[in-house]
């Protein structure tokens, strides 16, 4: 077994809006094995960086004879005793149950106390359920540090480290050595740089604050005019990266703490349904319900018994959609749309509190998929 140290350079700080922690108490690892299957494959290094007296250190375990994968386990549960949590990515899939695995395989469990007992932080599970947000290809390590332009520059691949390490088994060479020891660095001092990541559990109860709101028209993919709330505002936080989406017609733009969101604008004739339909008739002639207790003022010929498809009073104005009860009254096209409304009134446009409520509403419709 071979143990490398050393000091590495990041100006990463180590700070979770979601948690309370020490620089001491935090320890950044991730294993390279020989592939995924835990009960058949094994360890074969493991790398992990620290903050000690200011410094970043790295310190990995390698198993440069495919022997001493116990060995390998044993001098690093030792090591990372004083740490209250590990901090991976995608680690609760892969690097910590792997070890789970193998530390029971090797009949380490007395030893691996402290370890077992450690916090897991996984920077992927930050954004695993905003992954419609960053339309990556995919959401490995690297291509996540090259969305967020870390630096990184080795792009190999994870499976081709299995071989290369099969090779130095069988042939040992420095150079080998080398592929093998710099893509778990490059995996392991990677971690600091994604701490960011973290700002994405600020999307969770996510409130804005609008600085403009404005009418905006525009000619639509069918060649027709069309109208929208063109809406810039701020988030209270700075996102990593710029994050794109769209749903039901509504389409949002966040870079770093400035967004734009582009809500469609109904300006047409709309209708509002009355829940007691039994309580109306229903006026042909002019095509809307009144209530029974003023239907003694209208001849009866000029009316009948209101059904549900019938029971409502039209308005034109301008209207702004919701997905559920956001506001009422609400309005629809027709008894059976699906898609509701709400009137998008002076005083509303005139509100930028409830302009940012609107806002934050859509939002979360956007991010969450409601």
Not at 156 to 177: N, Q, R
Not at 231 to 239: G, H, M
Not at 283 to 307: F, T
């Amino acid at each position: 077994m071979r143990i490398i140290s050393k000091t590495i350079e990041s100006s990463a700080r180590i700070s979770f809006p979601d948690l309370e922690v020490r620089e001491g108490e935090v320890l950044f690892l991730d294993i390279a094995t020989t592939g995924i299957k835990r009960a058949d494959c094994r360890v074969y290094m493991i790398g992990c960086i620290c903050r000690q007296h200011g410094e970043w250190q790295l310190t990995q375990w390698f198993d440069d004879t495919g022997l001493e994968e116990k060995h390998v386990l044993s001098s690093f549960l030792i090591f990372c005793s004083p740490f209250k949590y590990a901090v991976t990515y995608n680690g609760n899939r892969f690097d910590l149950p792997f070890l789970r695995v193998r530390i029971e395989a090797n009949g380490l469990q007395e030893t691996a106390a402290a370890f077992l007992s450690m916090n897991s932080i996984d920077l992927y599970g930050y954004i695993a359920p905003y992954r419609h947000l960053l339309g990556l290809p995919d959401y490995r390590q690297q291509t996540v540090e090259a969305a967020l332009n870390t630096g990184r520059t080795d792009l190999t691949d994870g499976g081709e480290m299995v071989e290369t390490y099969k090779k130095y088994l069988v042939l040992p060479s420095a150079g080998l050595m080398d592929q093998l020891v710099c893509r778990n660095e490059a995996d392991v001092s990677g971690l600091p740089a994604l701490l960011p990541l973290s700002s994405f559990s600020y999307l969770e109860d996510l409130k804005v604050n609008v600085r403009r709101a404005q009418a905006n028209y525009y000619t639509n993919h069918e060649g027709k005019k069309a109208e929208e709330l063109l809406v810039q505002f701020d988030i209270p936080f700075r996102l990593p990266t710029r994050i794109f989406a769209g749903l039901d017609h509504c389409y949002l733009k966040i870079d770093g703490s400035q967004g734009v969101l582009k809500i469609p604008l109904y300006t047409e004739e709309m209708k509002y349904f009355y829940a007691n339909y039994k309580d109306y008739y229903y006026l042909p002639g002019e095509d809307m319900a009144i209530h029974k207790y003023i239907a003694s003022y209208v001849d009866r010929n000029r009316r009948v018994q209101a059904r549900p498809e019938t029971c409502y009073t039209r308005k034109t104005a301008s209207y702004l959609p919701q997905w559920d009860l956001y506001q009422t009254p609400f309005f629809k096209r027709s008894y059976e749309d699906r898609d509701i409304f709400f009137e998008f009134t002076d005083k509303i446009k005139k509100d930028r509190a409830a302009l940012s409520d609107y806002a934050s509403y859509v939002l979360r419709h956007i991010i969450f998929r409601h």
